[in-house]
Nanobody
Framework: QVQLVESGGGLVQAGGSLRLSCAAS????????MGWYRQAPGKRRELVAW???????IYADSVKGRFTISRDNAKNTVWLQMNNLKPEDTAVYYC?????????WGQGTQVTVSS
């Protein structure tokens, strides 16, 4: 069974940075477009960034210019570099295939941005 494990979240002040990591079992990352999603309290989960198997990247308008998604197929890892964080970025962040999710969700990693 495919397992996705997110890490790297934490508490940061507005304007700060975090780097999230997503490790996957097997070779699913190299075989799929992969994305980062987030879910804030009381809101639906949303896709904020994804990277195609060919390396093209797509971002939600809310994070464009601040977040960078990258992947290393050999390491079965996807990262999300988040800069200039804002309080509205506070959420639990998850990775999965994108834009269609094929795999069970991991536990996510909490990102909290204080003002």
């Amino acid at each position: 069974q495919v397992q996705l494990v997110e890490s790297g979240g934490g508490l940061v002040q507005a304007g700060g940075s975090l780097r999230l990591s997503c490790a996957a079992s097997g070779s699913i990352i190299s075989a799929n477009n992969m994305g980062w999603y987030r879910q804030a309290p009381g809101k639906r989960r949303e896709l904020v960034a994804w990277v195609t198997s060919g390396g093209s990247t797509i971002y939600a308008d809310s994070v464009k210019g601040r977040f960078t998604i990258s992947r290393d197929n050999a390491k079965n890892t996807v990262w999300l570099q988040m800069n200039n964080l804002k309080p509205e970025d506070t959420a639990v962040y998850y990775c999965n295939s994108a834009p269609v999710t094929y795999f069970n969700w991991g536990q996510g990693t909490q990102v909290t941005v204080s003002s």
